[in-house]
């Protein structure tokens, strides 16, 4: 079985040199799958220089995946979403893809490129999305940001008491790595949870049951359903709209 970590965000959020800060030192090592539609980062050269960190390029067609060696992984495989697509359609690729690979989702990982959010406020909804599927969200570049905007994106999760755990880089470094790679589930979204019992999204107990027979299957995920039409009923910003 192989361990999957899942970063989202946007294409220049800084997610590669984040990445490095978390593997490095890391006993065992990793695959580092990066999308081949991503522009080169000055941390690619730091990444590619880790001891047992192999990095592989993947591609994606808006429907399909192209993982190259995804059936012969290592025991850790760190899978950077493609920035400029929709974050929703490639997580619902992976949530079926992964146990057919044998890969174990143990976190995803979304980070926020507070310059852009910041001067981008119709992401909110794109970034609430890619938060809906994550156990932690690291807040990054944030240098130049008023200190209220940090307050401001990080209220309403407050306010709903959102699981997931909410970091701030220090001038481009994780405070505490090991923190952001634990291996525990604080997700909203239950697409990954193998054992999901369907009975806990049914709005009836033992003394309110229905007249008619009923399949027992796991409801969608909100950001999976789809109308007649084929279109998801939740929709997010185009990113590509809004990217520099």
């Known amino acids: 079985m192989t361990d999957l970590f899942i970063i989202l965000g946007t294409p220049d959020s800084g997610r590669r040199d984040l990445v490095v800060q978390l593997l490095d030192g890391l006993p065992g090592g990793a695959r580092v799958y990066v999308?081949?539609?991503?522009?080169?980062?000055?941390?690619?050269a730091a990444l590619a220089a880790l001891d047992e960190v192999e990095v592989l390029p993947w591609f994606t067609d808006g429907v399909n995946l192209e993982i190259p060696e995804a059936e012969d992984s290592p025991d850790r495989v760190v899978f950077i979403t493609?920035?400029?697509?929709?974050?929703?359609?490639?997580v619902e690729i992976l949530s079926a893809l992964a146990p057919r690979l044998g890969w174990r989702l143990v976190?995803?990982?979304t980070v926020v490129d507070c310059r852009l959010a910041h001067a981008k406020p119709a992401l909110t909804d794109w970034f609430k999305a890619c938060i809906h599927f994550s156990d932690a969200v690291l807040l990054n570049?944030?240098?130049?940001?008023?200190?209220?905007?940090?307050r401001d994106f990080l209220e309403p999760y407050q306010k709903?008491?959102?699981p997931a755990l909410f970091e701030k880089?220090?001038?481009?470094?994780?405070?505490?790595?090991?923190?952001?790679?634990?291996?525990e589930t604080r997700r909203i979204s239950q697409v990954?949870?193998?054992?999901?019992?369907?009975?806990?999204d049914m709005e009836f107990d033992e003394d309110n049951l229905p007249d008619q027979p009923f399949d027992l299957v796991n409801k969608a995920d909100p950001y999976f359903e789809r109308d007649d039409r084929g279109h998801r009923r939740l929709r997010i910003p185009d990113i590509g709209e809004h990217l520099p």
């Not at 999308?35 to 690619?44: L, Q, W, Y």
């Not at 570049?141 to 940090?150: A, H, I, K, L």
């Open 35 to 44: 999308s081949r539609s991503e522009k080169p980062a000055p941390a690619d």
């Open 82 to 90: 493609e920035g400029s697509r929709n974050p929703v359609d490639q």
């Open 107 to 109: 976190r995803i990982i």
């Open 141 to 150: 570049r944030r240098e130049g940001v008023p200190p209220s905007f940090d």
């Open 160 to 162: 709903d008491c959102a």
């Open 169 to 183: 880089t220090k001038k481009g470094r994780i405070p505490n790595p090991d923190l952001i790679l634990l291996d």
């Open 192 to 200: 990954f949870d193998e054992d999901r019992d369907p009975t806990d």
